[in-house]
């Protein structure tokens, strides 16, 4: 494989929202992205933008923009989700709780599931935002002998 272009992962999803700007502000301020770019077009909604979180990176595009595209928030789909993003954090509680107070719905509270010896242990939680998009948050508590 070659190797990927400077600052970006093998992998990366875009996902969309009906108000980018709106969601692009949100993710910032209650699961702690930062915007490395963001591109407004001439009618001053958001083109383009990436959001880090570590060395993660995601696109966040408003919705039927591109109508070749056929993107819709999940509120164009009655809440149906396509999709689930995963995200790795140093402290699943401790996220969970500034996600909470700052407006996150948290749809399954904070637990602990363990695989087995051979594999590993998370801690982890699921949260929804603004518009819909379903988001699991994992911190690794145990590595097992066959992944460590």
Aim: with cysteine; proline share 5%.
């Amino acid at each position: 494989m070659q190797p990927t272009p400077k600052g970006w992962p093998r992998i990366s999803s875009a996902l969309f929202y009906d108000d980018a700007a709106a969601a692009i502000a949100w993710l910032c301020r209650v699961f702690d992205f930062e915007v490395r770019l963001r591109v407004d077009g001439p009618d001053g909604k958001v083109a383009h933008s990436e959001l880090t979180y570590g060395d993660g990176l995601i696109m966040v595009g408003q919705a039927g923009a591109h109508p070749e595209r056929r993107s819709t928030s999940p509120r164009g789909l009655g809440g149906a989700n396509t999709q689930a993003l995963c995200v790795c954090v140093d402290d699943a509680d401790a996220h969970c709780a500034k996600a909470r107070a700052a407006g996150a719905k948290i749809v399954t509270e904070p637990a602990t599931h363990d695989y087995g010896d051979d594999y590993w242990a998370d801690r982890s939680y699921e949260a929804e935002d603004l518009e819909g998009h379903r988001w699991w948050f994992q911190q690794r508590v145990r590595t097992g002998a066959t992944w460590a």
